[in-house]
Each structure stands twice: as structure tokens, then as C-alpha cells.
């Protein structure tokens, strides 16, 4: 009896969970399919009156509709200016200070940045039928604030009435723990004329001082210089790799011992140091950088960038110089290669030997030290009949990898030339007057003597008796 008691319990407890449980679900779905009518107004990218899901939150509702209306003017748009003008008029829109307009007649404001740093649903409400939402005007170079300095993310964010120090820093995302002490906070407040400036310090913990629109923050702080400064080294060393350094203490001797010291396969004539590529951004306070918000367009340089373009830096050489055109060429062409690969002038034969100074260089974030194999081979082309790479013969001259290289070629010109290794350096070995050493990774070539034809010579020759002619016209003329 009480077996069958406790099945018919059992039973009748199993079918209310199952009815109890299928009611909720279905309210669950019949709310999500109950579709009520939200206002948008104000200043806002699109107006009007459409439908929204009764729970939907305001920043669901108001992000899908945005995308929506972005999406649907750039599909119509057929050319690159016609997008770029949809992107423009979508770029922005407030998100804070708007009013949410409820059918009782209730009202309360909307911060939906807010809401998206705290996660505090009290910003970001569910709608409910016949809401209006009212956008307010948001011109960004007047409703602003903007927190520099010691804090994580330097920001402008859009200005509402009642905004507190305490707020900037919630944007800001906080004190930076990269600082060791903040000395103190400085707020700049321009007059209406934008000609006076009204400078006001308060303390970090401040948190309720009032702001007003336009209010330039910055929070005051030495600037950590604790970085990661690193040095590339490649090729023949024991352990290349980065090499971590200190700012501007470090030696290339270090370096070197920390990397495992040279190979006895290294090439430590042809061996350079390359000043890093971007050492003169890297002398400055990277936060510099990264606060400057600069409203430009894709693919458009910023000043900063046309500061440290190298041809910027060109002409700023050439400004006052008093050059002729052939000679601005090739003084374009040393600047690009200086720009581009500027190398320490270092003996790494004696970058290790306790008695030479060579070890002492200091290097620079961003520098990278090659360390070549030594090959033992001189690398000969040009009009020779066997161009190619020939073992190494110490004191032997070009005479010798020449006669290993076949001989010169017919259409040779008188002259040979010797281009260094490491400088990249030309000297003509025919020369009577050079004095000359060929090493190991040097280079040799043989230029050629180009044919010349007929229409070449007449060309010079009528160019040389047109100038002789107009000298004799001159001269006759005075007499």
C-alpha cells in the first residue's frame, strides 16, 4: 500500500514540474514575441517611431537601429565620395545625457558610456511600450573633456551637465600603476574667447569636483622610463635572439657577452650595428603618441608622421643648400640609406678586448647587430667569363680572382673596381694610385664598355657644333 502511495505522489509531483516549467517557458517566449513602439527623437542619425522587442535594453535597441540605418545608406551608396559622406554622418552620436521619456510621464537620463565601462544596468534600462527616447545635440569640438597624463587611457569623451572629476577618471579608466606618485591634478578652463586660461590643481582624491565643458585634464606625474628596451642580435653569435638593455647604459660589450659571445665562424670585419629604424620616436614619451587623437582620414598622415617622414627630414637638409641637381640626387640617395640602415662605426674585432674602447659603444632600443658568417669567399662579376664566389687568399690582388673568374671578358672597360664588404665603399684598383687590401666578402667587378652606334656619335657630335656655333655667333656679333 504505501509502495503505491509513494508512485501516484511521485507521478503527481512529476507532472505539476513538468506543467510548471512549460508555463514558464512559454511566458518566456510570449514576452520575447510581445513587440512594443519606441520613439526615437532628438539629435539622433534616424527619427521615428519603431517596433522593439519587450526586452530589449535601451543600448540593444539603439545600437540595432543605428547599424541598421548606417547599413542601409551604404548599400545605397555608389562611389567612394558618396560612402565616405555616410561614414561621416555616422561617426558619431550621443551617448550620454539622453532622455528616456516614459508613457506615465516618468523620465530618467540614459548614459550608455557609462554602462558599457561599469556594466550597471541603472544606465542602461528595458524599454517599454510608447518610450521616447530624446538624443541631445553633441558637437564634439565644444561638449567635451579630455584627461591626459598619468592614467590608462588618455580620452576625450562627450561633456554632460553635472560631470565630476570622478567621472573623467571612470573614462579614463583609472590612475595608470605604471606612475610611481602623482604629483597633482591640473585642470585648464579657457575663458568664453578662448583667450584666457584659468589653471586649477585639486588632488587625486578630489573625486566630486565639478567639471564644466571643455575642461582640459592632466594628471601630473613623473614619467616611468622603465620600458622593454631590447637589442636584436643575428647571425654568428652562441645565442642570438633579443637581448634586454638598460636606457642608454648598456654596452655593445655586454650585449655581445649576454648573446654568448662571438662564433669562431663569425665575421667580425663585415660585422655593423643598424641604429634602430625608429630611435628618434622612441627617444620620446610613447604616451605622447598614443594621446594625440587626431580627427584625420583613412590613409592621411598625421603631423607627427610627416615630422619623422624621411623626406620631411630630407628637405630639411637641403633647405639651405647650395647643391646642383646632380649632386641633390645622390645627396637624396646617402640620406634615404641614412635613414634607413644609419650604422655604428664599430671595430667588433675589438668590441671584446678589455684594453680597446670599441667595447664601451652604448647601444639604443631598437638596434640590431648582425654578426655575418665568415665565408672566406670574394664575390667576382661583371665582364668575366666565370662570374661567381672564389676562396679567399690573403694579400692576393685582383689580378689573381680575375684569372680564377676566366679572365676579362672582350667588352671590358680599363676599369676594376673593389667594393667593400661592409662600407659598400668603390675603389678603382687600376688606379695607379690607389692602395688597396681585398678581404674576405669583398666584392670585384668588371664594368662594361657599352657599344656606341652611329646615331649615338652624330647626336654628341651635333650637339658639341651647335654650342660652337652659337659661341662664334656671339663672338662675331661683338666684333
Known amino acids: 500500500m504505501a509502495k503505491k502511495i509513494f508512485l501516484i505522489l511521485f507521478v503527481f509531483t512529476a507532472l505539476h514540474y513538468s506543467q510548471t516549467t512549460m508555463n514558464t517557458d512559454d511566458a518566456s517566449q510570449l ?24 526586452t530589449e535594453r535601451v543600448d540593444q535597441f539603439v545600437t540595432r537601429m543605428f547599424n541598421q540605418a548606417r547599413q542601409a545608406e551604404l548599400s545605397a551608396a555608389r562611389t567612394p565620395e558618396l560612402i565616405q559622406v555616410v561614414l561621416d554622418k555616422y561617426s ?12 506615465d510621464g516618468s523620465s530618467q537620463i540614459i548614459d550608455l558610456e557609462k554602462f558599457r565601462l561599469t556594466g550597471d544596468f541603472k544606465y542602461n534600462p528595458y524599454l517599454k511600450d510608447d518610450d521616447v527616447l530624446i538624443f541631445p545635440a553633441y558637437k564634439k569640438e565644444l561638449d567635451f573633456v579630455e584627461v591626459t597624463g598619468a592614467v590608462n587611457k588618455p580620452v576625450t569623451f562627450q561633456y554632460v551637465e553635472g560631470d565630476t572629476f570622478g567621472d573623467a577618471l571612470l573614462f579614463a579608466r583609472g590612475v595608470s600603476d605604471a606612475y610611481k606618485k602623482i604629483d597633482y591634478v591640473e585642470i585648464s578652463r579657457l575663458s568664453f574667447d578662448g583667450k584666457k586660461e584659468n589653471v586649477i590643481r585639486i588632488n ?4 566630486n569636483f565639478k567639471l564644466q565643458r571643455g575642461d582640459r585634464i592632466r594628471v601630473v606625474a613623473q614619467a616611468s622610463l622603465k620600458r622593454n628596451y631590447k637589442v636584436l642580435v643575428l647571425g654568428e653569435v652562441n645565442k642570438p635572439g633579443y637581448i634586454f638593455i638598460t636606457k642608454d647604459s648598456t654596452t655593445i660589450k655586454e650585449v655581445i657577452n649576454k648573446a654568448g659571445g662571438f662564433k669562431k665562424t663569425a665575421d667580425l670585419r663585415n660585422a655593423r650595428l643598424i641604429r634602430g629604424a625608429f630611435m628618434i620616436k622612441s627617444e620620446l614619451d610613447k604616451d605622447f603618441f598614443a594621446q594625440k587623437k587626431l580627427p584625420i582620414k583613412e590613409n592621411q598622415e598625421t603631423p607627427l608622421e610627416k615630422l619623422f617622414d624621411p623626406k620631411t627630414n630630407i628637405l630639411e637638409l637641403q633647405r639651405m643648400a647650395d647643391i646642383i641637381p646632380e649632386d641633390s640626387v645622390v645627396f637624396t640617395a646617402d640620406n634615404m ?10 671595430d667588433f674585432t675589438e668590441v671584446l678586448d678589455d684594453s680597446s674602447s670599441e667595447g664601451n659603444f652604448i647601444v639604443k632600443d631598437g638596434d640590431i647587430i648582425i654578426i655575418p658568417e665568415l665565408t672566406k669567399l670574394v664575390y667576382v662579376y661583371g665582364q ?29 672597360k680599363d676599369e676594376i673596381y673593389l667594393i667593400k664588404g661592409k ?41 658639341i657644333a651647335s654650342i660652337i656655333a652659337a659661341a662664334a655667333t656671339i663672338i662675331l656679333i661683338f666684333k
Open 31 to 54: 514576452l520575447n514575441m510581445t513587440t512594443i513602439s519606441v520613439t526615437l527623437g532628438g539629435d539622433f542619425v534616424i527619427t521615428g517611431t519603431f517596433p522593439a522587442s519587450a
Open 92 to 103: 558619431n552620436y550621443a551617448k550620454r545625457g539622453i532622455k528616456l521619456v516614459h508613457n
Open 204 to 207: 587625486l582624491d578630489d573625486a
Open 337 to 346: 640609406l641614412r635613414l634607413s640602415s644609419a650604422q655604428g662605426g664599430i
Open 384 to 412: 668575366v667569363m666565370n662570374p661567381g664566389y672564389f676562396k679567399y687568399k690573403d694579400g692576393a690582388g685582383y689580378d689573381y680572382y680575375i684569372a680564377k673568374a676566366g679572365g676579362i671578358g672582350k667588352r671590358a
Open 423 to 463: 662600407s659598400k665603399a668603390w675603389i678603382d684598383m687600376t688606379d695607379s694610385d690607389s692602395n688597396y687590401k681585398i678581404e674576405s666578402g669583398d666584392f670585384i667587378w668588371v664594368p662594361k664598355d657599352v657599344p656606341r652606334n652611329f646615331d649615338f656619335y652624330l647626336k654628341r657630335t651635333a650637339r
